[in-house]
Nanobody
Framework: QVQLVESGGGLVQPGGSLKLSCVAS????????MGWYRQAPGKQRELVAS???????NYADSVNGRFTISRDNAENTVYLQMNSLKPEDTAVYYC?????????WGQGTQVTVSS
């Protein structure tokens, strides 16, 4: 069983920054590949960024160069640094991992980009 708890969402103006955090339970966090997804109203959930257990990262084209995913295995935490935010980044952001054939999701954190 893996539990994921996100934090760090909020309201920010266009061009601003936010940093999301996701704390995972379990003693083998370093072996998890982790991802951040988002879901805007009326849209499907989409992958924003991911990081493998070895530290390889991948980004959606829409956020490449603006967002950075990172992990701290000592703290069982994965981060999403979001810079140059745009109104179209507004969504609920979810932390995700897969372990032993099961998908695990956090509860989500709202990010709203608006002036």
């Amino acid at each position: 069983q893996v539990q994921l708890v996100e934090s760090g969402g909020g309201l920010v103006q266009p061009g601003g920054s936010l940093k999301l955090s996701c704390v995972a339970s379990g003693r083998i966090f370093s072996r998890y590949a982790m991802g951040w997804y988002r879901q805007a109203p009326g849209k499907q959930r989409e992958l924003v960024a991911s990081v493998t257990s070895g530290g390889t990262t991948n980004y959606a084209d829409s956020v490449n160069g603006r967002f950075t995913i990172s992990r701290d295995n000592a703290e069982n935490t994965v981060y999403l640094q979001m810079n140059s935010l745009k109104p179209e980044d507004t969504a609920v952001y979810y932390c995700h991992t897969t372990w032993s054939g099961r998908d695990y999701w956090g509860q989500g954190t709202q990010v709203t980009v608006s002036s």
